[in-house]
């Protein structure tokens, strides 16, 4: 059984969305927001995937390692 990645990274978003790396930041700081999450704390990929509303296994296939 492979794991994979629980994090999503501005790389991540930047491949999922086509973004910009500073848009890309943006969204993850909006979602941060949202959730009321600190600065340190990190966006799963679970928590990205209700924000945008892409489904997990999609987003899965973007993540790199």
């Known amino acids: 059984m492979r794991l994979s990645r629980l994090c999503v990274y ?23 927001e949202t959730l009321g999450k600190k600065e340190h704390q990190f966006i799963t990929l679970d928590e990205f995937a209700q924000h945008t509303g892409i489904k997990e296994e999609l987003i899965k296939q973007y993540l790199s390692d």
């Not at 978003?13 to 941060?32: A, F, N, P």
């Open 10 to 32: 501005p790389k991540d978003v930047q491949r999922i969305t086509g973004k910009s790396e500073k848009s890309s930041r943006r969204l993850l700081h909006s979602i941060k």
